[in-house]
């Protein structure tokens, strides 16, 4: 029987939070066309890393295990992936979209004569449905592009960051099974470097549970302290939109969006955010999203679960003093 296969990340000895969301994506995958989820990670069977696995229960769990593998290479993950692939014989393989997938999962597609559906925000799969869909955003959020697997073979596709919300974190009954590949070091044809690491940021919104965002509704920069003191109150971080930070009210660091850092938090308050496509792509995949705007027909009201219609001016300090009491 064919599979949904997805390959974890292991990231400084952990699984990056985007494998989570790639396993959401999966399981939606997966749900959709009647097909069971494995999982596969580079690691040595006995590694604990392997506890820390939660979510949905997949079939089975596939510890990669080589020496080779013990430091990241495209040629050693991708000869390693791909016999596992022929020895699963999945009907899809989901992979997490991150610099590392990056490098080697166009090569891994090749070795299949396919190519590879990168950065997917979402999935269309609904019961009994034998042709998923597969959607992408071009030119910075602006227009949605549906993609559609055309031929018999596997399909390869990654899930940007934020665009799925990882499943709670559960454990289930599945079953660890070692693969050992077989690898040469002949074919290895680069040396290890450094691993490759992103501009360092000062304020990392990816990690906080809460975030207060703000939009051009504050109107001018004395006005922000209104909203610092909500996300002070929350024990939350302060985001914004790309216009707060182009004006220079808060540093780029700080920014939500296409063009900024995508985030996936528990809650997010978006606060006289209109709502832009560009914002949209940083933030829809957050759990629980609040709106806090004057204009009715704002476009963030179509992604929240909760929406106020009203002057932030008079709500925002209303919402601090309930926080605040509450936490009395």
């Known amino acids: 029987m064919s ?5 974890l990340e292991n990231k400084n000895r952990e699984i990056s939070r985007i494998s989570w969301e790639a396993m959401a994506a999966a399981h939606t995958l997966a749900e959709g066309l009647g097909l069971p989820v494995d ?8 590694n604990p890393i392997f506890e820390k696995i939660h979510g949905k229960a997949p079939r089975t769990v596939y510890a990669i295990d080589d020496k080779l593998l013990h430091d990241y290479t495209a040629d050693g993950f991708t000869e390693a992936y791909r016999q596992l692939i022929e020895h699963v014989k999945p009907a899809y393989v989901v992979l997490p979209h991150t610099y590392q997938v990056r490098d080697f999962a166009p090569r891994l597609a090749t070795r299949f004569k396919q190519v ?36 018999t073979g596997v399909c390869f596709l990654s ?10 974190a559960h454990g289930g ?33 990816g990690s906080a549970a809460i975030l207060v965002s ?3 509704g504050i109107k001018e920069e004395a006005n922000l302290p209104i909203v610092q003191e909500l996300a002070t109150a ?12 182009d004006n220079g009210w808060l540093p780029m660091e700080r920014q939500v969006g296409s063009s900024g850092q995508t985030v996936a938090p528990k809650v997010y308050l978006a606060i006289g955010i209109s709502g832009a496509i560009q914002h949209l792509v940083g933030m829809k995949g957050s759990q629980c999203i ?39």
């Open 3 to 7: 599979s949904v296969l997805v390959f």
């Open 39 to 46: 999982l596969a990670l580079a690691a040595s069977p006995g």
């Open 116 to 151: 590879l559906i990168s950065d997917v925000t979402g999935i269309e799969a609904p019961s009994g449905t034998t042709t998923p869909a597969f959607i992408r955003q071009l030119l910075q959020g602006k227009l949605n592009a549906t993609y559609r697997h055309p031929g």
């Open 159 to 168: 899930v940007q960051a934020g665009a799925f919300r990882a499943d709670p």
């Open 173 to 205: 009954a599945t079953t660890l099974e070692p693969f050992h590949p077989k690898l040469d070091a002949g074919q290895i044809r680069v040396k290890p470097g450094e691993p490759f690491r992103a501009s360092a940021q000062t304020v990392d919104l």
């Open 214 to 216: 703000v939009g051009r």
């Open 234 to 245: 929350l024990g939350a971080e302060l985001a914004a939109s790309r216009p707060i930070c």
């Open 290 to 328: 609040v709106a806090i705007n004057k204009d009715e027909n704002a476009p963030i009201f179509e992604v929240a679960d909760y929406g106020i219609v009203g002057d932030l001016f008079e709500i925002v300090p209303a919402l601090t003093a309930a926080v605040r009491k509450v936490k009395a």
